[in-house]
């Protein structure tokens, strides 16, 4: 049963069209990712469905409710991390929590779920004194305080060092095993490619790809060898056999991975060098990603570099 | 699934934090505590000696102070503070965080206006309890009452006025210039820094135009010696409260919770990991 029903969303900001016609069912208990480069729409529709944005046209339904038009009842049942937004600095972790939790009418144990972002530690300091990742992860803390029955994450780990971001990973997987219906925001494929049980590719405001991870990776049925070769050898030859060389870095994309590998160790001999590192295996998410992305003509999106101000 | 908790009881959760944030701002309550009771002392040692006559016959210039100073802590705690504090909320996507909770807007609104309000009260009282130790201010019980509603009146208006101030700023970094402009020379011609003894017509005319002036007399005239009890001002309270509705219109018709484009300041940036 979808609990998040998008029918041809548009959002327009004056001339620019920001969202152009997405439409995008949510079933209950799925984590669906949402994937797309700097500027392509995603915290406008995430924002549409947290009831903070107005859309221009379209219909949307979360819950069986227009967030548009929904009050306390919606917001009690949602939880909302936002891509940026501010906590009161004055106060504790704990602190924070508790207040910002006394409004829901199913409010998890401040601790607990300090427990779970990894936090339980901090709770008497002040909010001021944690470092950005940890601040990020009060961000996370307080999107579940209210045991949300869906939860909108976007770009929830970024600033996560690895091991925080694989804790979250954790905290979001138990997330589902209780039925959370989950949309969350991302630039790590990895982390997409754990989490989501589909991912949509949305590129200038429209839907470009949607399926399961496991959809997207296979559509091509492309194969992909890697490898590495010693720096400073001649790698002329590679080229015509359709590999991609960055520095010392080879991959190699084909539809005939038996041909290509027999061309490939064939050039490998003649030249007496070692292939190392060899891998053959399918385009993993990103590869896929890149694709689609790049070929909008958009600026390459840069995992590490989230919307700032700056940009719009 | 236990029912949310009532609009009351969030409110006074709301009240108990706003109150615990103001204290851990040192500048906050410098600005709206220390200093009203810093130009008390101050003012008091340069002009303190003689007496003054505003309208109600002459009173010691001490006493004039308490009082004046007493009414502009009410107003700094309620009008600046919240004209100030809400931009800033608002850039930071604090607002925006609360919008996405169940709290009812109104009861966080209401929560900051209590804050402001209790604020208030702490100044007046602290003001008073001076004038009273200090400057042989005499407070009659039967104008007390007067002197309470006038604070009632005053802190709602000029909360009311604070709100509106915050929502039309377009930025945390314009709110200060904006209240201040708006405040303090208003507070020289009306009797708060300075007695004003016959003013010029026009400047008397603006004066009272004005909510502070009437506020401030009004809140003055129940301490006087020579009015008699029970000292409501009705008239320049019905202007207050006038001022008042007028501020609650703008507030409820121009409040925006999201951070406006331009003013995202370098906090909210500093979430996401600089590149
Ligand atoms: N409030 C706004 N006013 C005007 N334009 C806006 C506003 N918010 C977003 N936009 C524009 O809409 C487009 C989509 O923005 P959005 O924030 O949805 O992108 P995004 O996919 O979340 O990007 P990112 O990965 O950088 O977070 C961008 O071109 C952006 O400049
Ligand atoms: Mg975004």
Known sequence: MPVIEIA????????????????????????????????????????????????????????????????????????????????????????????????????????????????????????????????????????????????????????????????????????????????????????????????GVIVGGEIAVIGTPAELMDATGDTVVRFQVPHGANTDGLRPLGAVVEGIAVSCRTATPTKTLHELTSWALAQGVELFDLTVSRPSLEDVYLQLAVSDAQPSPAPDMPETRGQQ | MSPRASNVALTVVQLRYQLKIFWRTPVAAFFTLVLPLVMLVLFNALFGGGSVDTGQGEWPVRQFYTGALAAFAAVSATYTNLANTVPILRDEGILKRWRGTPLPPSVYVAGMVAMGVVVALIGVVVLLGIGVVAYDLELDAAKMPAAFVTFVVGVAAFAAMGMACAAVVPNARSAPAVANATILPLAFISNVFTPLEDPPGWLDAVGDFFPLKPFVTAFQDTLHPLTDAPAFAWGRLGWVALWGVAGAIVSVKKFRWEPSAEGASPRRRRRTPAS
């Open chain 1, 8 to 199: 041809n969303l548009v959002k327009r900001y004056g001339e620019l069209t920001a969202v152009n016609g997405v439409s995008l069912e949510i079933n209950e208990g799925e984590v669906f990712a949402l994937l797309g480069p700097n500027g392509a729409g995603k915290s406008t529709v995430v924002e549409i469905l947290e009831g903070h944005r107005d859309r221009t046209s379209g219909d949307v339904s979360v819950l069986g409710l227009d967030p548009g038009k929904a009050g306390a009842e919606y917001r009690d049942q949602i939880g909302i991390v936002l891509q940026s937004s501010g906590i009161e600095d004055e106060l504790s972790v704990l602190e924070a929590l508790d207040v910002y939790g006394a409004s829901y009418s199913t409010r998890r144990d401040p601790m607990e779920v300090l427990e779970l972002v990894g936090l339980a530690d901090r709770a008497q300091d002040r909010v001021s004194q944690l470092s950005g990742g940890q601040q990020r992860r009060i961000d996370l803390a307080l999107g579940i305080i209210g045991t949300p029955k869906v939860l909108f994450l976007d770009e929830p780990t970024t600033g996560f060092d690895p091991s925080a971001r694989r804790q979250s990973w954790e905290l979001i997987d138990g997330l589902r095993d209780l039925g959370t219906t989950i949309l969350l925001t991302t630039h790590y494929m990895d982390e997409a490619q754990h989490l989501a049980d589909r991912v």
